[in-house]
């Protein structure tokens, strides 16, 4: 079984050696400035450079799950899977991240402004919440099964937070400011470009997101 770290963080492009590897959501779209800069070992014992365009926020951070060969990285709010032997992502999502906790058993549950997005390191599954926040996700804690934070209560002139939670198992929501606002309208949800719209259910991955895609 593979343990051994399967990435290094960079300060940035090497100025010497093999030529670096852009790695982005869509493959055939060019990237040639500095981005999130990894090495990654392959299982053959070589190495390659990553350089990982970045989303649409501030954090970026790698997560190593040498069990099953892969490595999640967050870059700039993006968030790619990665295999260190493939030099394309297995799969991509985030753009928006904005903190990523990591429970017991290794699982990932990120937060953008509006939603949760749970990387399950049991089932291999990836789920994606249904809207949570009008625009603002903060005090992340985990307590056995369960998420708390507060999301932010856009029709409040006092910049108030409301309380959410989430079970990870059950994946059953309770709270949150936008899901509050929607109690009266519960078929309507906001798209990304902003427009009320009906509800789109949330969604559950079959395959291991660790697999090859």
Known sequence: MTTEKQYEILDGLPPYGPMYV?????????????GYV?????????????????????YSKVFDFPTHKTVVVIAGGQGYIMSPDDEKPKLTFGLTLTDVLQTDNGSLVCANNTEIIFLDNTTGQLWRSERISWDGIKDLKISGDILYGKTYEVQSSNDEWSDFSVNLKTKEIEGGSWRNFLKENSHLEVGSNGIVREKVKATLTKKPWWKIW
Do not use: C, Q, Y
């Not at 852009?22 to 500095?34: G, H, L, R």
């Open 38 to 58: 990894l090495r990654l070992f392959k299982s053959d014992g070589t190495s390659w450079v990553a350089n990982f365009r970045p989303g649409w926020t501030k």
């Open 22 to 34: 852009s790695v982005t959501t869509n493959n055939d779209e060019p990237f040639s400035t500095e």
